[in-house]
């Protein structure tokens, strides 16, 4: 009996995906909750006081914006996935954890009036985190087989490869040209802007 209650659980673990996503949610409504606590209020009641945080309300827009794309986008990848496995979990935690390095490199760009090495680790949060998504998406794929939801949905993800070129470019023009860093980190966010819908229609498809 206590053997039939282990493998009970270890298969309930196994197929469960809910636990997956409350987590993420929990993680990604903890991140919002510390970039906004970095806004300090103003000294002064003239505009000359709001204009000196300007660069930090800038910034914390900017991951804002970012994080709830993430949120969105991570809600459409999660929808396809059947059955959760240890790799998917890892996979998801990688993901998180540079998800959660956003607050501090949005504090620093914004600290700092958008300097040239802020905004290059601001960039290489990003790239890694588009990496992190990559693999994430690959790695459910893995799971499910080629003719999953998600594989038939994404295809060879241009969308994602894409970005991560687009992120690593960034990188080191941050040295050099940072506004042009600044507009492709923009124009990435104006990309994935939209959940996913290539995996949305594939969902209504499914069902």
Known sequence: MYCLFIKEMLTYCLMNKN?????????????????????????????????VLAPKFISYITSFIYIAIYWNNHHHLVHTVKHVTGAILWSNTHLLFWLSLIPFVTAWA????????????????????????????????????????????????????????????????????????????IAIAFLWLIPDTRIEKKVKEDD
């Open 19 to 51: 636990r997956l996503e409350a987590f993420s949610d929990g993680v990604i409504a903890i991140l919002i909750t510390i970039m906004v606590l970095e806004l300090k209020m103003p000294h002064g009641t003239d505009w000359a006081s709001l204009q």
């Open 110 to 185: 914004g600290e700092n009036h958008f300097a040239e090495l802020p905004v290059a680790a601001y960039s290489f949060v990003l790239l890694m985190a588009g990496v992190a998504y990559y693999i994430l998406s690959k790695t459910i794929i893995s799971v499910h087989g080629k003719d999953s939801v998600l594989s038939t949905a994404i295809g060879k993800d241009l969308k994602g490869i894409s970005s991560i070129i687009g992120y690593a470019v960034a990188v080191p023009l941050s040295f050099f040209m940072k506004e042009i860093s600044i507009g492709i980190i």
